[in-house]
T-cell receptor, first 113, second 114 residues
């Protein structure tokens, strides 16, 4: 079993839809939770960052962490064709001096006009 | 400010050939990382460095070597390429004093081993 599991999709939605992307994890020591966005043939870029549990909102994006369920989510409101990309969740340990990240497999999202 | 750059962008190798991938960053970051990305596998850490002159193994280090002779550069070497090393390779850097576990990624190097 992988430490971080993410449904690879692909996920196809119409423009304006609410998108929900999710990851589950097995290591309860993870404290830092991130979502990266990766456009085709580009490097990943940080989208959202959360420490420990709770919600964080940034414009149309909301990140949620439920540590009791070992489950994190990314919601995209009013999705746009420009949101079409692969979304990768990533996690790291609280005590990590090396900053090593454990990534999920990535979910490919297509938003159709 | 170019961020993280990678050279080359694309390369085709024959089995058994060697090559070096170059990563450069101009953000004065201490930490640097090499990942490979394969379909259905996400990003997997190959090697990393926490400072000039240091290197350490990641999740999938076999078949690769690295060097960090200068703070701004992190080299990934394949001594004898194998078809299983066909992948997209990403370099990343991080400032550990930034307070955020953010890694900045380069654009990637696509490697095909025949």
């Amino acid at each position: 079993q992988k430490e971080v599991e993410q449904d690879p999709g692909p996920l196809s939605v119409p423009e304006g839809a609410i998108v929900s992307l999710n990851c589950t994890y097995s290591n309860s020591a993870f404290q830092y939770f991130m979502w990266y966005r990766q456009y085709s043939r580009k490097g990943p870029e940080l989208l959202m960052y959360t420490y420990s549990s709770g919600n964080k909102e940034d414009g149309r994006f909301t990140a949620q962490v439920d540590k009791s369920s070992k489950y994190i989510s990314l919601f995209i409101r009013d999705s746009q064709p420009s949101d079409s990309a692969t979304y990768l969740c990533a996690m790291s340990l609280r005590s990590s001096n090396t900053g090593k990240l454990i990534f999920g497999q990535g979910t490919t999202l297509q938003v159709k006009p | 400010n170019a961020g993280v750059t990678q050279t080359p962008k694309f390369r085709v190798l024959k089995t058994g050939q060697s090559m070096t991938l170059l990563c450069a960053q101009d953000m004065n970051h201490e930490y640097m990382y090499w990942y490979r990305q394969d379909p259905g596998m996400g990003l997997r850490l190959i090697h990393y460095s926490v400072g000039e002159g240091t290197t350490a193994k990641g999740e999938v280090p076999d078949g690769y070597n690295v060097s960090r002779l200068k703070k701004q550069n992190f080299l990934l070497g394949l001594e004898s390429a194998a078809p299983s090393q066909t992948s997209v390779y990403f370099c990343a850097s991080r400032d550990p004093t930034g307070g955020i576990e953010t890694q900045y990624f380069g654009p990637g190097t696509r490697l095909l081993v025949l």
